[in-house]
């Protein structure tokens, strides 16, 4: 049996979540610093970057064919590991195989015109990190971050893989369930989306920054009607 074949063979979800966990506890013996992805329920984001990441996958035609599949697969644990560093993924995937898949994915980084396109749009209109992490900024702001081909999400032609299956398609389910795994990283630190695509967070919320601190300067000579002058302390306390 080849396998091909082997990967059509009916094996029900609880019986793959239980061979997902035997392969993560043989894993964790060897690495101490395996990281993988745990969705609790059916959704796999929460959050308005988690969702972006999944609807931006899912926008695409060409990922149509199999993005259903790596769907089920994060779902089932199968994402066993996922580090996602300066426009590089590194994820390791349970598939019928009693060995896991590797899975390498590369971002291409964000294009320096686009990006300064970007923040322009954005001066001064966000006005924190925290902000910005939420997800609670203006709807404007959130159409210009999920723009096709010019927002801060890539296209796949700025999405090039790998997977150690045999499977001859473009896009495996092993790769869709990890760009999926991406999504529920996104969750819990939006900033990975800004190393992936390697550019500097900070460019977005420098200007509004800078304004309040030109402010506090410009306030800082100016006496506050609370304050009490020298003058005011000596009739309070003869001094």
Request: glycine share 6%; aromatic share 8%.
């Amino acid at each position: 049996m080849s396998f091909s074949d082997y990967d059509y063979v009916h094996v029900s979800v609880a019986q793959k979540k239980e061979k997902a966990r035997k392969s993560m506890e043989k894993l964790k013996r060897t690495m101490s610093d395996i990281e993988p992805v745990v969705i609790e329920g059916s959704v796999i984001a929460k959050t308005w970057w988690g969702k972006a990441w999944n609807k931006n996958l899912e926008s695409y035609a060409d990922y149509s064919n199999r993005i259903g599949r790596g769907r089920s697969y994060v779902r089932e644990g199968a994402v066993l590991h996922l580090k996602l560093e300066k426009g590089t993924i590194h994820a390791l995937v349970q598939g019928s195989t009693a060995k896991p898949y590797q899975v390498e994915i590369g971002i291409d980084p964000l294009d320096e015109k686009t990006w300064k396109q970007i923040t322009l749009l954005c001066n001064r209109r966000i006005e924190s990190l925290e902000q910005l992490v939420s997800g609670k900024f203006p709807k404007e702001l959130e159409s210009l971050f999920t723009t096709r081909q010019e927002g801060l999400f890539p296209s796949p032609r700025e999405i090039h893989f790998h997977c150690s299956c045999p499977d001859s398609a473009r896009l495996c389910k092993h790769v869709a369930a990890v760009l999926y795994g991406v999504g529920a990283r996104l969750d819990h630190n939006p900033m990975l989306l800004f190393s992936l695509r390697m550019i500097p967070v900070e460019d977005l919320i420098k200007r509004s920054i800078a304004d309040k601190m030109a402010n506090m300067l410009k306030n800082a000579d100016k006496k506050s009607p609370r304050v009490i002058g020298d003058d005011q302390v000596h009739n309070l306390f003869g001094v």
